[in-house]
Every structure is written in structure tokens, then in C-alpha cells.
């Protein structure tokens, strides 16, 4: 949002943070200077004291971050922190405004923090005063909260820049965020919270996943639901809050949210998707502050983001659990594995249905291409490539440039293939009611995906015993006449 | 400055501003809410940024139109990547559009790092939302001065007011049952990036004029808010901009108005019409009048009530039916009704004052319209045990809380149904005796 447009900010920060770098540049200098040996090296080893506190810092916040991220998204909460976040605004201008009032130093980080948390935590109960009490849904719920509390933040810091103590008071920092000016304090208040929020989750480990998965069947295995939804929503507040002011609005909700779901790529496991999620926050906060500290003109919070953009589109492409690419192969290769079983039972099917074929079915005898072609609605260049697959598996022979024919290998799984196809359609037929012209296209979506247990069950019920060819023969065909069969002979009970 | 500076030529300007990005917000806001959508307006307007500066390095000025471009080509972009990174990538809706917004925005943060010597964009302007400065930047349109914002916003809420007018079946259709727009030939997808598109045009217009928190109010809570008052679609869509607008119109007065009672000069105009509008989503939540939250409690209340008083008499009935000796008093209804004690004296209050119920030295006793209500309502109860054993088959042991429910909703024609039904028997299963029909009211009492 254009409204937490943090560069005047950010552009402090980072000069302040890197004057004696910067100085001898202009700021007008548009072009990026690539740093020294001298600069890498000082970054990338922690050897200045402000970068240390940067890096470390912002690296434990994005720890906690993805750990806390990685629940909150399992229970779809994850634009949770965003209206959150929006909400501490005014509590943290109403404190300052009371404490200021009061003749206390309304600038003390924890006041501010505290009067955040409040409305922070009276903006959650009002998402879930809404959800639960009217018609509205989750996300109308969080725009509201978001909208009005925003809103009334602004109002109130709008009034205590009129204050004389006030001129914001740096309050803006809550919106922008400070990354590049983050103090020691800050860091350690950061450590500490992470490290609890983090134990925290370790602990209710177990009651925190079945929250997550399973609302219904936690409540009924008398697990309290409501205090574990609050006790999630208390962790979110305080990373979110601790975070709020070292790195500002947006970053807080893109730590919130991107690890967590790069890492859902990577595993099933909720344990193992934790750990994920909090290494790619770490490390893209880590890789983010770096950079940012070795390219004086990159922002701090920006970059952190972007880095953690980057391993998100790496994830989502490569991950082996649920990554773009690896859903595509496998489907790929389920493609492929259902057109060579098309193949194979294509030619077993059309050397059975010739009339000298004299009831057995037997290797290398030429089909044409033609036929085959004619079985399925495939175009010429897929059955092309089929049959080339085929024969370097070594399933099917090319007798001619226009006909192919069964290995002996090739005739095995297609005897097998076969068999699986008409049992399941002898198993329509007789258990399901299905009409005999329709079994053809049930069987033929369901048998690729039969495993041999299944088969056996088939075997079983319908009490079929291996005849001669160990194939079953077509309910679609009479074997008497070789003509199609009026009606269904029915199975072979 | 209080109220008594306002000043009709200054503030005049300002309210009809407000008013203009209220409705055009609103008025697509309620497509949103109705989608599940609801803060896609709010992250459209963070994932612009990049937008506003590509189109700024390539034109090399801040002219507004290669500027309206980007926003709203990247605009474009957050809803395409949202839906591709749920689709594609089976993440939640609410994840994507979050990774997006801030991927986004990050981008443009860094971009415009890069050229912030040049570009004079006031974090603090935008922020706040320059309404207040509407007045000042005029043209002169049919020879009054008319502030640039206010013909803009004016445009694009007549181009929103056509989009809702003439696509109103499409969006309805395709915001209720996605399924069944597109198998009737209105490709849901295409009303998506419509509606999109116009948020985004919406959001970039009123970012520049009256800043964002206005926009991502006005686009949520008014539709929320009409949501709770109505349940037609049209209806909800002018409710909607009428809510957005008392809302802007009072949140100018309050902007003026709040801060002086604290000893504090006017604050920020949007700002406060943010807040405006969530007062008066909280009234349309309490109040409202099907779906309000205090009209449903006090709704459950009396229905509550009615059932407990029904118990009463009935249970007063069966007792005096009996001829049990036990004293009917307070506390033996809330014991055998496991009613708490201040619900029973409440019902027991209008009891007495409906003239259903005496109370007597020996406990509560029926007076003769009491009498005659709660012949019907054991009436009912056992003809239902009569005809849920006999003709529904019920087990026997259950019939009775089946009676108990459905006792309290039989009215005098479903009761006639019933008696049909049944061929009005005497005695019910449990060999008690049913009190005729509209009976002479013999006094079983005392």
C-alpha cells in the first residue's frame, strides 16, 4: 500500500547506517556501486557492530516468524497478521497521546509496544466477534478490522502531530518500520520474544497441529479449541508486534506469510514443515539485510522481502512434495504410463478379434498402424511416440514401417492388462448395474490405477478362475459367434 | 479550527469528494464481499507501487496518465498471479494474495529507493490522503472552478455506476454460482478480471486524490454493512453507497469536530471517514434488522421465553392431570424444566399478566384461558407421540423428545392436519389421555 510508503524512512536509516560508505557519492548518483572486496567481507563476517545487530536481529524475528507462520496459514489465517498489524496503530498513538498527557515519556518502546498489543488484541476479537456473531465471512471480517483500525490510527497520529512533544514522535517508524536503525535493545527484544513464542509452540505442540487439521475432532477429544485459537492469536500478536517496530507493516506480514507457505512445497509433515518454514525465513531475512548492507541503496525491510519472494518462486517451482514441476512430471509420466496401456491392450484386443486368430492370442503377430490408430482418438505423432517408448522398453516389436507387434514381455503385461480391464467390467456388470455399453469407458478410467490387491479382491468375488488364456473373456463379445453380445452375459458366476 | 470555521466553498468540496470515492468504492466493494474477496482491494493498492514506477523510469515524468497505466496493469498483475500461485501452486487464496501484495510491494519499495531523488511522492500526502487539499487544484469546467479530483472521482464512479448497471446479471450471477454463470455462457473468469480491473482502476484513481486508507475502507465495511440489512443484491448495492456516503459526509464533520473537543485542531479527513464507516458498520451489525446481532438475540430470547411458558403450563397441567400433591411453586418449574431461576420468573411474570396463571397459597394453578392453551399444547404433544408411533414409526423411547420440539411450532391448521391424520384418538401411547379439540374447559384443576 502506497500508504506505508516508507522512503523517506528507510532512506534515513540507510544513510545514516552507511555515511561513512556513502558519503563520498551523491545521493542523486543513480547508478549502484558495486561494493569492495573490503565491503563483502565486513558485511558477510559480521564484523560491523550495527550490521551484527541488523542481521542477527532481523534473522530471529524471521525464525519466529515462520514458525508462527506456519500454523497460522495451515489454519487459513494467514492475512490474519495483516489486519493485525493495521490495528496496533492507534493503540500505539493513543499511548503515546495518555502517557505523554500523564507526564510520562510517551516515547518508551514499551509503552507503545503495550498500547499496540491492546487494540491489536481488540482488533482480533473483533474478526472474531464478526465471524462468529453475523453473516460476514473471514475475509470481510479482516477487511473491516483492517480498514477502520487503520483509519483510526491515522486520526490519532494526525492529532498528536499538532501536539507540541509530538511531530509524530518517530511514530511513523511503527508504519515504515527502522530495519536499518535497529538498536541492540531491539535485537534482544526480538531474540527473547522469538525464542518464547517459538518454545511455545514446541510445547502445545501437539495441541496446536490438531487445531490446525482438525477443529471438530480437537473440540471432541476435549481439547480446549476457543483458549488454543487464543493462545495462537497471542503468539501471532506478539511476533507481530515486536516485529512491527523493527521492520514495519508490510515486511511483518510478508514474514508471516511467504516462508510459511514456500515451505508447504517441501513437505507434508507439519514437523518438518515448521522447520522449513522458520530456515526460509531466517535465511531470506539473513540474505536480505546482508544485501542490503552491502548495497547501500537497497532498503533493508524491501530486500527481505523480495529474497524471500525469490525462495517462495524457487519453492513453488521445485518442491518436491507439491512444486509446480513435480506435479507436472508426475503427471507426465501417468500420462505416459496410461497411453502404453492403452497400447498394449489395444493390441492384444485387435489380434484376439481376428477370426483365424484361432482363440489364442500370441507374440509377433503384425498389427497395422492404422488399427491402432483407429482404437483411441489419439493424433498420429502421440502414437508415434508411444510405440517408441514401447520398444525401447522392449514391450513391442516394429515388424514393418506400418505394423507392430507384442515381445513376449509385451504380451505378459498386456495378457495382464486385459484381465484387469474385463474383471472390472465383469465386476460392473454384476455388482453395479452398470449397462454393458458403458463399462468399457469405466473400466477404462479406473484400471490404470488398480494395484494388484484390488485385483485379487476381484478374483475373489467374482469366483473367476484362470482359464486358458488366463483372460476372462469380453462381456461385450459372444465367444460362439464372435459377434457383439445383445445382452450381458452375466459375469462368470 | 472547530466546526464554526467550516467554510462551504473549502469543506463543501471535500465532503463531495469523499462522497464521489465512497460510492465508486462501494459500489464494487459489494462484488467483493460477495466473492470472499474482500481485501483484495486492499492488496491491489499495496502491489501497485511498482506500477507507479516503471511507469515513471519509462516516461521519465510524473504525468498522470503513463502513471494510471502501470498502477493498473500491475494492479492486474496481483489478481493474475494471486489466482495462478492458488491455482498452479494449490496455496490458499488468502496466502497467495498476501505472498503477492508484498512481493510487490517490496519491488516497487526498491524501485523507487532507486529514483527518490526525483520523484517528489510525500509519504506523508499519500498516506493522509491530500483531501483536504482537493479545494486548491481547480479547472475550469462550463465556468466554474471545479477541483481536478472531484471530476476525476466523478468519472470513475459514472464508469463504475455503467459497469454494475449493465453487467448486473453477469456479476450477480458469477459472484453467487461461478459454476452456473459459466455453463450459461458468462465465463466467470472474464466477470473476475472485469471486476478487477476495475478495482484497480478505482484504487489508483482515489490513491492519487484522497488517499488509500479511504479506498480500503469504503470498498469493504459500507457492502458489509449493507450486507447486514438486506438480503437482495440491488438493494444491498444502494445501501451500500448510501452508508459510504453518510459516512464520508459525517466523517468531515468529525475530522473538524472530534479533535476540538480534546483541545486539539482538526485531523485527517479520510481518515476519519475510515473510522466513520466502522460505526456504522457497528450499528448495521447490532441493529440490523433480519440479520443484526441484537434483533437475533433478543429474537432467541423471546422465543426462548415462549417455549419456557408453554413448558409451564404444561407441566402445571400435567401435574394437576395427575393429581399429584406437590406444591407448584418457583422452584420445583425451574427443577423440572432445568430452567434457570431468573428465566422462569420472568415467564411466570407474563403468565400471570396474560391472566394464564394465579398464584395460589398451595402453588401456581391454571385460570380457565390458561386452561384451554394448555389443553391444546398437551393436545399436540401426545397427538404427535400418537402419530409418530403409529404412522412415522418411531422408536417409543424417542417419541417423547420429538413431541417436546415440535409441540412449541404447531399452529391451528398443522394441529387440524394432525388430528386428521391420526383420526383424533383419545388416549396416546403412553395411555394417558388427549384433551379434545377446542374442548368445554372441564376443571381438572384444584
Known sequence: MIDHLPIGPMLLGVMTLFADASSTTSITDRSVEWPTWENWMRVLLLRDYNTRVVVLGTTLLGLAAGVIGSFTLLRKRALMGDALSHATLPGIGLAFMIATS???????????????????????????????LTRLKEDAALGIVLGVFFGGGIAVLGIIQQMPEGHAAGLESFIYGKTASMTTGDAWMIGVAGLTTTLVCVLFFKELKLLCFDEGFAGSRGFPVVRLDLLLMALV?????????????????ALL???????????????SMMFFSAWIGAFSCMIGASLSAIFPRLPSGAMIVISSATVFIFSMMLGPKRGVLIRRYRRQMLNRKIDRQHLLRGLYELIEQRPNSNEKVDANVPVSWDQLLQIRSWKPQRLTRCIRRARQEQLVHQETQSSVSLTPAGLEVATRLVHDHRLWEIYLITYADVAASRVDRDADRIEHVLDAEIIDQLEDLLEHRRDVHGVPNSPHVDPLSGNLATEPRNGNR | MGIDNFIWELDGWIIVAGVLSAVSAALLGNFLVLRKMSLLGDAISHAILPGLAAAFFISHSRNSIPMFLGAVIVGLLTAVFTEWIRGAGQVDEGASMGVVFT??????????VQAADNVDLDPGCVLY?????????????????VPRVVVVLSVVTLINLLFVVLFYKELKISSFDPSLSTTSGIPSWLMHYLLMTFVAVTAVASFESVGNILVVAMMVVPPAA??????RLAWMIVASAVIGSIAAITGHFAAISVPAWFGYHSTSTASMMAVMTGVFFLLAALFGPRHGVLVRTIRQRVLALRILSEDIIGLVYRVHEKQLTTKVNAQFLCESLLASSVSTRVSLFFLARKGWIIHREQGFDLTEEGQKHAEQLVRSHRLWEYYLINEAGVDENKIHEHAERFEHFTNKSLGQRLSDATDSPSIDPHGSPIPPLKSDHNDSGS
Open chain 2, 129 to 145: 490522503g491530500a483531501i483536504e487539499f482537493t479545494p486548491l487544484d481547480t479547472w475550469l469546467i462550463l465556468g466554474f472552478d
Open chain 2, 226 to 231: 449493507a450486507y447486514m440489512l438486506t438480503d
Open chain 1, 257 to 271: 506469510v511467504i516462508p510459511a507457505a514456500a515451505a508447504r512445497f517441501w513437505t507434508d509433515r507439519m514437523t
Open chain 2, 103 to 112: 512481493s510487490l510491494f517490496a519491488i516497487g519499495l526498491v524501485m523507487i
Open chain 1, 237 to 253: 500478536t506478539i511476533v507481530t508486534i515486536v516485529g512491527l517496530q523493527a521492520v514495519g507493516l508490510i515486511l511483518m506480514i
Open chain 1, 102 to 132: 500523564l507526564g510520562y515519556d510517551g516515547k518508551s518502546l514499551w509503552t507503545l509496544l503495550s498500547g499496540g498489543a491492546v487494540t491489536g488484541v481488540i482488533g482480533i476479537l473483533s474478526i472474531l466477534w464478526i465471524r462468529n
